[in-house]
């Protein structure tokens, strides 16, 4: 539950005083039946049947043009478009939420794990390094850095959209994974007798 801001708070922050009560508002002006469908999204997005991703979507759409400037619907809303592969909607909604709101680790994180399976790794690389900067426990610092590991292994295999290189680069990948594969194999010694 948010605290109340004091006087003196809400002079240095104004913006902070008028965001604070109405993402609360906003967040919890959801039907019971968006909140089942967000809960089974967060638990498991594969458990969404069709309609009920499309019902999400939705009534979060609803949602956010009722409150535009709440960074957290846009979020939610770009999460969902995401589970319901609607990609350039969801980077949309995304991008929103981050210009809502720069400081958000999981609106970074999001948006920078958009990228990354979307294959654009300098924009998932920077999202993330963002997400990382703005992580304030373990947890979040966790789950930057898992992210961060992925889009560096991306990047040595050279697995991004447009980042496929030359032919003698493909082929010297494949040449590296024989030979890797090779080296993992046991030897074994072959009677010439």
């Given at each position: 539950?948010?605290?109340?801001?004091?006087?003196?708070?809400?002079?240095?922050?104004?913006?902070?005083?008028?965001?604070?009560?109405?993402?609360?508002?906003?967040?919890?002006?959801?039907?019971?039946?968006?909140?089942?469908?967000?809960?089974?999204?967060?638990?498991?997005?594969?458990?969404?049947?069709?309609?009920?991703?499309?019902?999400?979507?939705?009534?979060?759409?609803?949602?956010?043009?009722?409150?535009?400037?709440?960074?957290?619907?846009?979020?939610?809303?770009?999460?969902?478009?995401?589970?319901?592969?609607?990609?350039?909607?969801a980077i949309t909604e995304l991008?929103?939420?981050?210009?809502?709101?720069?400081?958000?680790?999981?609106?970074?994180?999001?948006?920078?794990?958009?990228?990354?399976?979307?294959?654009?790794?300098?924009?998932?690389?920077?999202?993330?390094?963002?997400?990382?900067?703005?992580?304030?426990?373990?947890?979040?610092?966790?789950?930057?850095?898992?992210?961060?590991?992925?889009?560096?292994?991306?990047?040595?295999?050279?697995?991004?959209?447009?980042?496929?290189?030359?032919?003698?680069?493909?082929?010297?990948?494949?040449?590296?994974?024989?030979?890797?594969?090779?080296?993992?194999?046991?030897?074994?010694?072959?009677?010439?007798?």
């Open positions: 539950m948010p605290e109340l801001m004091n006087s003196e708070s809400m002079h240095k922050h104004p913006s902070a005083a008028l965001t604070a009560p109405v993402s609360s508002v906003a967040l919890a002006s959801f039907s019971r039946e968006t909140q089942t469908l967000l809960l089974r999204m967060f638990s498991d997005p594969y458990l969404l049947e069709k309609h009920e991703r499309a019902n999400l979507i939705q009534d979060l759409r609803d949602c956010a043009a009722q409150f535009p400037e709440v960074s957290e619907l846009r979020l939610l809303l770009g999460m969902a478009l995401c589970v319901n592969l609607d990609a350039q909607a991008r929103e939420s981050v210009r809502l709101e720069p400081n958000s680790f999981i609106a970074q994180l999001k948006m920078g794990e958009l990228w990354m399976r979307l294959r654009v790794v300098d924009k998932a690389e920077e999202h993330t390094r963002m997400a990382a900067m703005l992580a304030q426990n373990l947890p979040q610092s966790e789950l930057a850095r898992r992210q961060a590991s992925s889009i560096r292994a991306m990047k040595r295999e050279g697995i991004e959209r447009g980042g496929y290189g030359t032919p003698l680069q493909r082929l010297g990948r494949s040449v590296r994974r024989l030979w890797s594969r090779h080296a993992d194999e046991p030897s074994v010694p072959i009677d010439l007798s």
